[in-house]
């Protein structure tokens, strides 16, 4: 027969059994209840499957426009390319209205010759012009057969040439421009039956205005003649003309 202290400890006993009997089915026994030595370590669990396409995210919002950069260095020139194949002929473009007629170009003309007559035989006082007082051509008029003198009108390079007949003493003469003497002619006479003769020539450039005549260069050599048989001429011509940008040169 249980004594009245066993009969108070029965409950307490029950209380502590169902206690434990709650934490058994929970799984929350305290550890200092329940420890014991651990377990031996598991196996590795098996793979699991790759997990679904995870849905694309939302778009970012647009940023604001960064500020210019500075200006890069100029870069190297490429080496040339090939030269490219010839393309095709092109078609012939129509023919162009006619143009307006031109100014016919003449070309600057001055030419003369003159000689001696018979009256002019004479001795020329030294300085003086010799006057070829006969023409034989001077169709531009440049030469004046009263002062024997040939006036430039179209400017260029002239050439001029005499040919005097000696007789009855020596000759010499001077070619003259402007007053300057630019070639001189001399011939000795002997005292014979004869005629002698002497020419020369030289080419000059002129401008207008500039003049040309033959003069005697010393008085006791003056023995220019002409005859009926015999003559002294004085000529001259243009070779070429210093006109360039004129269209029309003469009349």
Known sequence: MMTLPQLWLVPLLLVLQIHLSDLLEDNKIPPSLCSGQPGIPGSPGVHG??????????????????????????????????????????????????????????????????????????????????????????????????????TTK????????????????????????????????????????KPASLSGGSMLHLVPGDQVWVQMALGEYSGIYSSSKTDSTFSGFLIYSDWKHSPVFAK
């Open 49 to 150: 499957h790759p997990g679904s396409p995870g849905r694309d995210g939302r778009d970012g919002r647009d940023a604001a426009p960064g500020e210019k950069g500075e200006r890069g260095d100029r870069g190297y020139s490429g080496e040339t390319g090939p030269r490219g194949l010839t393309g095709d002929r092109g078609d012939p473009a129509p023919k162009g209205e006619r143009g307006e007629a031109g100014e016919c170009a003449v070309s600057p003309k001055s030419a003369f010759s003159a000689k001696l007559s018979e009256a002019r035989s004479v001795p020329v006082a030294v300085g003086d012009a010799v006057r070829f007082d006969s023409i034989v051509l001077n169709e531009q008029g440049d030469y004046n057969a009263e002062t024997g003198r040939f």
């Open 154 to 193: 179209v400017p260029g390079v002239y050439y001029f040439s005499v040919h005097a007949t000696v007789y009855r003493a020596s000759l010499q003469f001077d070619l003259m421009k402007n007053g300057h003497a630019m070639a001189s002619y001399f011939q000795f006479y002997g005292n014979w039956p």
